[in-house]
């Protein structure tokens, strides 16, 4: 353990970034400060995106429409779509986690081009505050996340288009960081690492990596052929000039259906890492597991028109993407029965991370399940632009990615700060999350099943009562954030100090200190090949100090 | 490293190895090489509109869309052409011959210059405008971005000519990444061209 | 597992695939079926709903239940069981979806095929006024099998106009050259909706009849249905069209054929068809 710490490709501009928390707000190349500039960024505009919701559900607390005006409405809900999805879950599942623990779990000492890693980062604050500025220039766009022409031709141009470059901003940050992450995970691997060693979230994350950078493109090139639409007046999605609104719909779904999957997967990784540490049991089926993730990856590319049953497709469409939909279900089966087969026999600690972990299982499995039944052409034409769709993709985002988000941080914030964070409040947080966001969104099924499409500011007042409930459940969602922010702030400062490895994980990143040197390690890069091994060798274990354990419980 | 002796298995799993001080290759062209694959898929999109608006839309009135191939059958030799001067400039560079290196860059660039100048001649030909309907936007739209791309290519080899000045210059037949990231490039645009021609012209 | 907790999980198995059947029967989360479409969509969606249930009241009560059952008591130290795989499991729970899924594919394609929505579009009774160029019809739901049988013996089914703008449907009843804001159909005879947008796509919703089609200009679609039970139900535009979207809705009227031939009469401007 002698060994000089040689300089990875970039190494002395590293030794020349600014130290202590100024570089936190520095063009750090450090991938651990890109990570937690990610997180940090994202959680902001959570707050920000979660307000706008607060907005919609005190609209939706009346059947009319009087909280805000109806056009102003609108560009709320735009808004809060395209915060939640492009500058809070993807950059935080994919760019915070992702630079945080891939190098770690590959071996390395940063990610395999750091300077691109720290441009990536940096295209996500101007994108996001143009965003939301737009809405103060000349009204937001107010076309939906969709931007579905002709309406986003037809509505205020400016707004739309300052949306556009925002998203191209936001996909272009998430390309480069695909690439990076292709790079890193297969060609920083550490000597002697096989792939098939790699902790389940590298597999995850290059699967997600390969979704970025072979469909976030498309995106990017159908929103430059809608700008020209809206500036030049050409005729890509106007039918007058013999252009075609449907075609618009394909390559967008072609793009945004596997950004779903660009917000789950690296989630169903994160899980994956989470819930062997606290079962102290290895991961159950590994190879199943990898092959899953992969198989959700190349199914994902051929199911985007079940977003488009009602849009006009010919028959033969609509039940192939019937068939293709319906089949991603069988690997994320598989992994779901996995996770419940890593809990069975273990030795589970019941704290935050794992009920974030099971409360993610939980809402994960209704939301799947409400995912097959919309793959289901005669389902879908009648909840299609409902209420129910609502509900079940914030069970799949919200209740999916989210959940694992904040198990995430309850997970690793000892590795980022060397403190743990309050267990007492992280279940309060969790009760409160858990039982607002059920409250707010499983009501939501029976108002689209029942009658009540989206993004309306009003409603049939049959519904009243529902939607209160509704609101109801999102206003505890509003509360359930303050314990965790007092949480995070106060453990930062008095917490108590974790130690190296408070969970006892075998997985690379905590076999360092917390938080981690400059580059990672003291020393050389440990080899694990066995990052699951819990319970392995019984010898092994009635050596170990149990301190740590007997304190987490 | 208390750790080891905390859980379950242990030395053989983990360890420190003497290989890892092994300096990481350069991985810049596999990261370009995944951004000309992310870059390819915008085109892939264009394409798959374009032949979707081919196949569903019907023609309007007034329209009749045989264009000439002279033009764009020449612009095809030039690129191809290209990508061979291309390939030259990289093979002198290895022997270390920087002038002949930049002699054929200089071809390269020139014969990009030719086709864009072709193209423009194409443009100013054309019965239809970009806005006139949808087979006109989307002829546009592609030409132009692969022209957009053709523009980058013809910078960029000027940038790596002036470079490769001299065998003391900053690309050597030690230092070729930016010769051969601007070669990979060029084939890139290259490949997409042809491709293109097949769909918008012969097909 | 101890053998002797076999028949125990075979009962617990046994009680919730009964108990999911019997919640996925016997709640009703849906409103009035007031079509042909809506008794066949409200057969799959009992049929999705046992399953659903079946899986997510057992999956949660594996998760629950592992988690109370294996949780760290005080004073325990060690790791859990160094399980790590177990092909027949694999095995097995690939299985099990695979097959939920194609049962439920398959049968969702019959569904799908009794609503019509394989049929051809192009059957419907509206090719005459259109220019030859828009012919392509884009999509919609053609009419069924069911509709067809009631169709013995009667003229075709009552083609409808429909017209999508910001912010309203209109009809228009080419037989009587009739437009209207609100659609008057008669009970138990089948209705063709030929539909286009005037500006952005909207789409006609009729949550009693458990149908839904886009509008979009530029593209007729096609939406075939049969009324069987009279009321007055909301059409409703479920596609974002601008800061109105919310307040477009219209009323579709199924009436008795009697109630139904005197509005048509009042309202017809064809003398002609007024036999």
Known sequence: ?553 | MTILTQSSDSKPEVQTNQEEEEEHGDHRMFGLATFLVADGMTFAGFFAAYLTYKAVNPLLPDSIYELELALPALNTILLLVSSATFHRAGQALKRNDSKICQRWLLLTAGLGLAFLASQMVEYFTLPFGLTDNVYASTFYALTGFHGLHVSLGAIMISIVCWQARSPNGRITNKNTFPLEAAELYWHFVDGIWVILFIILYLL | MPKSSAPLIIGLIIALVVGGILIGENINLLPVDASSNATVYDELFKVLFSIGTILFLGIVGLVIYSLIRFRRKPGQIGDGLAIEDNLPLEIFWTAVPTIVILFVGLYSYDIYDRMGGMQSLQHANHNSQQMAANQRIWGGIGSGSISANNMEGKVGALPVEVTAMQFAFLFHYPKGDILTGELHVPVGEPVSLRMESKDVIHAFWVPEFRIKQDVIPGQPTILNFTPTKPGRYPIICAELCGPYHGGMRSTVVVEESNDYQTWFEKNSKDITTQT
């Open chain 1, 1 to 553: 353990m002698t060994i000089s710490i040689p300089p990875v490709n970039e190494g002395d501009s590293i030794k020349l970034q600014p130290k202590g928390f100024l570089r936190y707000f520095s063009f750090s190349l450090d991938h651990k400060v890109i990570g937690l500039q990610y997180l940090v960024c994202g959680f902001l505009f959570y707050l920000i995106g979660g307000v706008l919701a607060g907005a919609i559900r005190i609209e939706l607390t009346s059947p009319i429409s009087d909280f805000m005006a109806r056009d102003v409405y609108n560009q709320v809900l735009t808004l809060h779509g395209t915060i939640m999805i492009f500058l809070w879950i993807v950059p935080v599942v994919n760019g915070a986690f992702g630079n945080y623990l891939i190098p770690f779990y590959v071996g390395a000492r940063d990610m395999a081009f750091p300077r691109l890693n720290a441009v990536a980062f940096w295209m996500i604050p101007p994108a996001g505050l143009l965003l939301i500025s737009s809405y103060f220039i000349n009204g937001a766009a107010e076309s939906g996340w969709t931007a579905y022409p002709p309406l986003s031709i037809t509505t205020p141009a400016a707004g739309q288009l300052i949306w556009i470059f925002s998203v191209l901003l936001l996909g272009g940050s998430s390309i480069f960081g695909g690439i990076n992450f292709i790079a890193t995970i297969l060609k920083l691997r550490r000597p002697g690492l096989r792939l098939m060693n790699l902790p389940m979230y590298c597999w995850a994350m290059l699967g997600t990596s390969i979704l970025v950078v072979l469909s976030t493109p498309v995106l990017a090139g159908t929103l430059v052929l809608l700008s020209f639409d809206i500036v030049a007046h050409t005729g890509f999605f106007n039918p007058a000039l013999g252009g075609n609104v449907v075609v618009y719909q394909h390559l967008f779904w072609f793009y945004s259906h596997p950004a779903v999957y660009i917000m789950v997967l690296p989630a169903f990784g994160l899980v994956s890492e989470i819930l062997p540490v606290h079962c102290r049991k290895p991961l159950f089926g590994y190879t199943t597991m990898v092959y899953s993730i992969m198989a959700i990856v190349v199914l994902g590319f051929v199911v985007w028109a079940h977003h488009m049953f009602t849009s006009g497709t010919p028959p033969w469409m609509r039940l192939f993407f019937t068939i293709a939909t319906s089949f991603i279900a069988v690997p994320t089966g598989i992994k779901f029965f996995n996770w419940v087969a890593t809990l069975w026999g273990g030795r589970i600690s019941l704290n935050s991370a794992v009920l974030f972990s099971c409360g993610f299982i939980i809402n994960f499995v209704l939301g799947g399940i409400t995912g097959v039944a919309l793959a289901q052409v005669p389902f879908d034409i009648h909840v299609h632009d409902t209420y129910f769709v609502v509900a079940h993709f914030h069970y799949i985002v919200y209740g999916g990615s989210v959940f694992v988000i904040f198990s995430s941080i309850y997970h690793w914030y000892p590795k980022f700060t060397g403190k743990l964070l309050n267990e007492n409040l992280g279940r309060i947080h969790f009760l409160l999350t858990f039982i607002g966001f059920n409250l707010c969104f499983a009501p939501q099924h029976w108002l689209g099943l029942n009658g009540m499409p989206r993004r309306v500011a009003e409603y049939d007042p049959q519904f009243t009562l529902v939607n209160q409930i509704s609101s109801a459940g999102a206003l505890l969602m509003a509360i359930s954030t303050l314990p965790f922010l007092w949480n995070v702030f106060y453990s930062a400062f008095k917490g108590t100090i974790a130690g190296d490895n408070p969970w006892q994980a075998l997985t690379p990143e905590w076999l360092t200190s917390s938080p981690p040197p400059i580059e990672n390690w003291e020393g050389s890069a440990p080899l694990v090949t066995k990052p699951y091994g819990y319970g392995l060798d019984p010898k092994a274990i009635k050596n170990e100090s149990t301190e740590n354990i007997e304190e987490e419980i």
